[in-house]
């Protein structure tokens, strides 16, 4: 019988390198990324199914209606979530899925799946934060003030979180380590509590 995988939730600012530091996170072997939903419009080289499942509003709505999504959000007038099938697959075949949603839907699944691990990642400040969105050059200066004040907001969540990681310029490699370090340590720690418990119960049942 697989071992059950684990559930990894990462989550941070928009402009952090989240999705960058997930890119570099799943070349290491047991990891698969879970791809989100979302109604927002596909930016430049991304394609559906592979960045994200891109839905019109009616459809993702359905999916909503029929239970389809572990968790979802309204963020930005857009909406995101994780499909449910394919992420319980994956756990039952001993994967580490990992799901990069925004906070909302980050305690959502921790309320539904305890042993989710969730890890925030952030830039070393606010101004580099604002340098970074402002250098993706994808956004107009509104979104930009959307998505600072929106991050303010966030900032309020991230003591829920398991772990907190500094994403700095340069040092992408670093962060990416130390999430895997994370789940690792974890990933021990749980099949060790799990050898001992069946052993106890082993002993306790032949006596």
């Excluded at 394609?47 to 009616?58: L, S």
């Amino acid at each position: 019988m697989k071992k059950q995988g684990m559930l990894i939730v990462v989550s941070g600012f928009s402009g952090v390198g989240k999705g960058t530091a997930v890119k570099e996170l799943i070349k290491k072997p047991g990891y698969k990324l879970s791809i989100s939903a979302t109604t927002r419009q596909p930016r430049t080289g991304e394609e559906n199914g592979r960045e994200y499942f891109f839905k019109t509003v009616e459809e993702f709505e359905s999916l909503i209606a029929e239970n389809g999504l572990i968790e979802h959000a309204r963020y930005v007038n857009n909406y995101y979530g994780t499909p449910r099938a394919f992420v319980e697959e994956q756990l039952a075949e001993g994967n580490n899925v990992i799901l990069e949603i925004e906070v909302k839907g980050a305690l959502q699944i921790k309320a539904q799946y305890p042993n989710a691990i969730l890890i925030f990642i952030s830039a070393a400040s606010a101004e580099e934060l604002k340098l970074r969105l402002t250098g993706r050059g994808t956004e107009t200066a509104e979104v930009i003030e959307q998505r600072m004040k929106r991050a303010a907001e966030e900032a309020s969540s991230i003591k829920d979180y398991d772990y907190f990681v500094i994403n700095r310029d340069g040092q992408l490699e670093q962060c990416v380590e130390e999430i895997h370090n994370i789940v690792t340590a974890n990933k021990l720690v749980r099949t060790l509590w799990n050898e001992e418990i069946d052993a106890i119960q082993k002993e306790l049942i032949e006596l």
